[in-house]
């Protein structure tokens, strides 16, 4: 599987974007996919996971602000994010993922190019 990550930029703080990440394969139907999130210095973390049924979960700090969706006749996830803070500056990832629980997913594909998303006035 090949991922692509796209929709960054540079945004103020409270602003929206739209992230989309194209997978290559015909197996994305049936896989969980997750967004993941690199900020300079840190780790890299799970941010939201959807299901193939379309079940979501988020990470504590982006639940109410982030949403993801999917269109599996596209092979695209999308995260949409909405009032946007400082601390959301990264380069952002997706993934297939072995769950949407987000202290317990793990990715299981390479990771592909991810998308810098800067929040700053």
């Known amino acids: 599987v090949q991922l692509q990550a796209s929709g960054g930029g540079l945004v103020q703080p409270g602003g929206s974007l739209r992230l989309s990440c194209t997978a290559s394969?015909?197996?994305?139907?049936?896989?969980?996919m997750g967004w993941y999130r690199q900020a300079p210095g840190k780790q890299r973390d799970f941010v939201a996971g959807?299901?193939?049924?379309?079940?979501?979960n988020y990470a504590s700090s982006v639940k109410g602000r982030f949403t993801i969706s999917r269109d599996n006749a596209k092979n695209t996830v999308y995260l949409r994010m909405n009032s946007l803070k400082p601390e959301d500056t990264a380069v952002y990832y997706c993934?297939?993922?072995?769950?949407?629980?987000?202290?317990?997913?793990?990715?299981?594909?390479?990771w592909g190019q991810g998308t810098l998303v800067t929040v700053s006035s």
């Open positions: 993934n297939r993922v072995s769950t949407i629980a987000p202290m317990a997913a793990r990715p299981l594909s390479s």
């Open positions: 394969g015909s197996i994305f139907s049936i896989n969980a």
């Open positions: 959807i299901t193939s049924s379309g079940s979501t």
